[in-house]
């Protein structure tokens, strides 16, 4: 079965500085990647996602992701975070196999913004 | 273009009561989604219904949890009776077609008591 892991639970950031969000996945074939945001009582925003082609994505609100197949991983980036970028980020993969679609969900980076 | 609407935002029940939670999707999406996130985990997959047919129910506990989208378009989420652990917020999402991208309405959050 499919799983994805954000080792960070919390991250403290200055604002202007960059960011990095870890994701790593277990999946038995090429998967489909998304990053989602999710702020307070809020439900979740896609941020991007990777289907295929080029490994490098752009997104939304200036951020990118990379997919690296040699380490199952899909790290969030962004250069320079503000005050705003304070939420919830989760990282998952898809589809679930079996014919089914539902995507499987890491447990969240919890992204704290210092000013 | 409107989004995932659900309904009610937030609901309060006893333990062993019953209660319905409603999902609209975005207009034209034929796949639905409904989800469980409890505090401090990522969303869990309930039901994927493609149309009106279910496609995945594996993870839906079905000795208490019932859905239906009998014309295709909205859906409802039903539990009964609720346990103490169901608390949790119930997001629902579509998607135009099976494996793209889902969309996610903001949730109906659930207390238990």
């Known amino acids: 079965a499919q799983s994805v892991t954000q080792p960070d639970i919390h991250i403290t950031v200055s604002e202007g500085a960059s960011l990095e969000l870890r994701c790593n996945y277990s999946y038995g074939a090429t998967p489909y990647l998304f990053w989602y945001v999710q702020s307070p009582g809020q439900g979740l925003q896609l941020l991007l996602k990777?289907?295929?082609?080029?490994?490098l994505v752009q997104g939304i609100k200036g951020f990118e992701a990379e997919f690296k197949r040699s380490q199952s991983s899909f790290n969030l980036r962004k250069p320079s975070v503000h005050w705003s970028d304070a939420a919830e980020y989760f990282c998952a993969v898809g589809p679930s196999g079996g014919g089914a679609d539902g995507l499987t969900f890491g447990k969240g980076t919890h992204l704290i913004i210092q000013p | 273009e409107a989004g995932v609407a659900q309904s009610p935002r937030y609901k309060i029940i006893e333990k062993r009561q019953s209660v319905a939670f409603w999902c609209n999707p975005i207009s034209g999406h034929a796949t639905l989604y409904w989800y469980q996130q409890i505090l401090g985990q990522g969303p869990k997959l309930l039901i994927q219904?493609?149309?009106?047919?279910?496609?995945?129910d594996s993870q839906l506990p079905k000795d208490r949890f019932s859905a239906e989208r009998l014309k295709g378009v909205d859906s409802t989420l039903k539990i009964q009776p609720a346990k103490l652990e169901d608390s949790a917020v119930y997001l629902c999402a579509s998607s135009l077609w099976r494996a793209e991208t889902q969309y996610f309405g903001p949730g109906t959050r659930l207390l238990v008591l």
């Open positions: 990777y289907f295929s082609g080029d490994t």
């Open positions: 219904f493609q149309n009106n047919g279910v496609v995945d």
